[in-house]
């Protein structure tokens, strides 16, 4: 049976930004992106139904999820989905920044969600002018509490601990100048998986798969190959 990808997506939900890797996969493998609701806070739990709801997951699914969605991929392990791996893209199982937390339930987010980005926000996350173009439809489709209740869920997330480790494959690609997930999220995870293989990729920020789709599209193919061919 064929290898299916699940994209979940970053804190927009949408699914769209992952318009540049999946041209870049071209035909290469099955592919689901999964969609969350945009008029709607829900929780990680909540979030994690609505996968389930949408999946049919088995040992033939390999599960992307790219930064915020790291949260929901761990509830999802912890409910006991089938999978053959997951990958994690820029992303965390607990708050990047917990200091954050006091911070995120004092601003009012909301007010900054469709308010154009300082140049500072845009340098820091390396966004240029592509993706910017890319991120507007997307800024008008999600509520602005939506978006600043996601913000929060991941200020609140704390790390947790587990009897036992999980067996599959965890994979992790790292942009090498991400300034909003730190390194220490990708080694977060040796708690939680018996086998973690972290990837560096130079020359990108926090929006790996849109400013590097090409390579991470190369690498994504690899890694199934190389899943596919293994007993």
């Not at 049976?1 to 870049?24: H, I, R, S």
């Not at 709801?53 to 969605?69: G, W, Y």
């Not at 998986?193 to 991470?216: D, K, M, N, W, Y």
Request: glycine share 4%.
């Amino acid at each position: 049976m064929a290898t299916k990808l699940v994209l979940l997506p970053g804190l927009d939900g949408t699914g769209l930004l992952f318009q540049p890797l999946q041209e870049a996969l071209g035909a290469a493998l099955p592919v689901q992106v999964i969609c969350y609701p945009p008029d709607q806070c829900l929780s990680v739990e909540a979030l994690a139904a609505q996968v389930r709801v949408q999946v049919a997951f088995d040992t033939d699914t390999v599960l992307l999820a790219e930064s915020f969605s790291g949260l929901i991929a761990v509830e999802l392990l912890r409910q006991g989905i089938p999978l053959r791996s997951v990958i994690f893209c820029a992303s965390f199982a607990s708050a990047p920044h917990p200091w954050l937390l006091k911070l995120a339930m004092h601003l009012p987010l909301e007010r900054w969600w469709r308010l154009p980005l300082p140049e500072s926000l845009l340098r820091l996350l390396g966004i240029d002018a592509r993706l910017q173009a890319l991120l507007k439809p997307v800024r008008e489709q999600v509520l602005p509490g939506v978006a600043a209740y996601r913000l929060r869920l991941i200020a609140a997330a704390r790390p947790f601990v587990l009897a036992q480790r999980w067996e599959i494959p965890c994979h992790y690609l790292r942009a090498v100048n991400d300034r909003a997930v730190p390194e220490r999220c990708a080694d977060e995870l040796r708690r939680y998986f018996s086998r973690v293989e972290i990837t560096r990729i130079a020359q990108s920020g926090h929006f790996l798969l849109q400013t590097q789709p090409v390579a991470c599209a190369a690498l994504l193919k690899r890694l199934i190959i190389t899943m596919e061919e293994s007993p």
